[in-house]
């Protein structure tokens, strides 16, 4: 069965470093997503992406965040100069339509000392 | 804004036993979509049902069912016969049904969760 992969599992990094965070969306897909979670609350959106280009982001997603589709395989979520709070699970998810069902993939735990 | 509200931060129950979740959420949008997601202890994020908003029947996968009540904006999940294999916390998810252009884009929106144990 086709499913969502996500590299690395797990980044530890330094405050003000930039980390790329790695997606495979499932092949036929059109419509991605990334999430994150921080330890013990819940699942926030912070973008979506259709079409190559960003479709909706939240307010968490501000000028340190990007997205790009580099190959039209891989989907990847940089952040610039990360921070303390930054630290959380990061889950990318696909899907077909906009309103079919979300696939997530197993999450990159961050960690930024 | 959409907000969604789970107010039990834990529950637990008997192996066999039902137990129902509850989620409420607010919007003024009419069409819409509405989830209950698994998150095991891996993490891994896993649809459990989903409801279309235009539709009055209640959903139903195998063992999970929900009570899915419009006007009062409640959108509860009943389990029954639990299993081990049912520890898990629990997100209830919105989706707004949002056209631009004939685009759809599928934004969710989660509680904060419940954590469901299920006892031998």
């Known amino acids: 069965e086709p499913e969502v992969t996500q590299t690395p599992s797990h980044q530890v990094t330094q405050m003000g470093q930039e980390v790329i965070l790695r997606c495979v969306p499932i092949?036929?897909?059109?419509?991605f997503y990334w999430y994150r979670q921080i330890l013990g609350q819940k699942v926030e959106f912070l973008v979506s992406f259709y079409n190559n280009e960003i479709s909706e982001k939240s307010e968490i997603f501000d000028d340190q965040f990007s997205v790009e589709r580099p190959d039209g395989s891989n989907f990847t979520l940089k952040i610039r100069s990360t921070k303390l709070e930054d630290s959380a699970m990061y889950f990318c998810a696909s899907n077909w339509g906009g309103m079919d069902e979300q696939f997530f993939g197993p999450g990159t735990r961050l960690t930024v000392l | 804004a959409q907000t969604v509200t789970q107010s039990q931060p834990e529950m637990s129950v008997q192996e066999a036993e039902t137990v129902t979740l509850s989620c409420t959420y607010d919007?003024?949008?009419?069409?819409?979509?509405l989830f209950w997601y698994k998150q095991p202890p891996s993490r891994q994020m896993i649809l459990v049902i989903r409801q279309e908003a235009y539709k009055q029947q209640n959903a139903t996968e195998n063992r999970f069912s929900v009570n899915f009540q419009k006007a009062a904006k409640s959108f509860s999940l009943k389990i029954s016969d639990s299993q081990l294999g049912d520890t898990a916390m629990y997100f209830c998810?919105?989706?707004?049904?949002?056209?631009?252009?004939?685009?759809?884009?599928?934004?969710?929106?989660f509680g904060q969760g419940t954590i469901l144990t299920v006892h031998p």
């Open positions: 092949s036929n897909h059109l419509y």
């Open positions: 998810a919105f989706m707004k049904s949002f056209n631009a252009g004939g685009t759809s884009y599928g934004k969710l929106t």
């Open positions: 919007t003024s949008e009419n069409n819409y979509y």
